[in-house]
């Protein structure tokens, strides 16, 4: 089944650019689907409807939104789709605090600067089969001095929200105590098989060709995991696996 793609921008020259990025960036069969505005954008997810988005038999799976859009802003959106099971990446031409941090705050997975050059583009979307966060280099590098420059000196940033996490939290695994335990009866036998993979530090893509699915699939089956086990990362994932010697 083809991988359903939604690019959210007003611009027919960048919404171009876009496509192509996207195109070159995944193997998978794509289907893209253009929406110039915030009300298109709500109808082709069914966020106008009365039935839940995240209910669709075949939603989307990735999202790239521009913030500043002729009905609104793309934050509105990103508000909207807090619990919509896609990828949300915003892509823009503002690299400032004031729209960054307020951006990865409403559910932002990633965040491009969309006066990158193709190349770099192509490779940072890249980075969501490796479960990276996909942020264009100037926006890493204001990421990283905001933390070092927080309380202490320290911060750190969680996995993106491909894995189910809305924030950049810290990626460390939390303590756990003496009676914290895995239960595998929730956890279905794909999950598990999943775990097992992302514990032994193999990447998305890596995890889709060993079990023969498609990668969204499997990112489909982290969040899910990070769900039932109450974590945020694939390091507190795997403090949790290696106690029940999955690892």
């Known amino acids: 089944m083809a991988i359903k793609v939604l690019i959210v921008e007003d611009n027919p020259v960048a919404r171009s650019f876009l496509c192509r990025v996207v195109q070159e960036s995944f193997s998978d ?17 069914g966020l106008l409807a009365p039935t839940a988005p995240e209910t669709a038999t075949h939603p989307f799976k990735l999202i790239l ?32 605090d004031d729209h960054l941090f307020p951006a990865l705050q409403c559910g932002a997975d990633g965040y ?26 100037a926006i890493a590098r204001r990421l ?56 032994k530090g193999f990447t998305i893509k890596e995890i889709a060709n060993l079990m023969g699915i498609k990668w969204f699939t499997v990112n489909d089956h982290i969040k899910s995991i990070y769900k039932k086990l109450d974590v945020s990362s694939r ?5 949790m696996a290696s106690k029940q010697g999955l690892v």
Do not use: C, W
């Open 235 to 239: 390091a507190e994932a795997a403090v």
């Open 29 to 45: 069969e794509i289907v893209i689907t253009e929406a110039g505005d915030l009300e298109t954008a709500r109808r082709q997810m």
């Open 65 to 96: 939104v521009d913030l500043e859009l002729p009905d609104g802003n793309g934050m509105e959106l990103l508000s909207q789709l807090a619990q919509y099971p896609a990828t949300k990446i915003v892509t823009t031409l503002y690299s400032d």
């Open 112 to 137: 491009l600067l969309k006066e990158d050059r193709f190349e770099v583009l192509v490779e940072e979307l890249q980075k969501i089969v490796r479960g990276q966060p996909p942020l264009s280099p």
């Open 144 to 199: 990283l001095n905001h933390f070092r420059q927080g309380p202490g000196g320290t911060a750190g940033l969680s996995e993106p929200g491909l894995a189910g996490s809305s924030g950049f939290q810290s990626s460390r695994p939390m303590p756990m105590g003496p009676g914290a335990t895995l239960d595998h009866k929730h956890l279905t036998p794909r999950e598990s098989e999943v775990l097992t993979y992302l514990s």
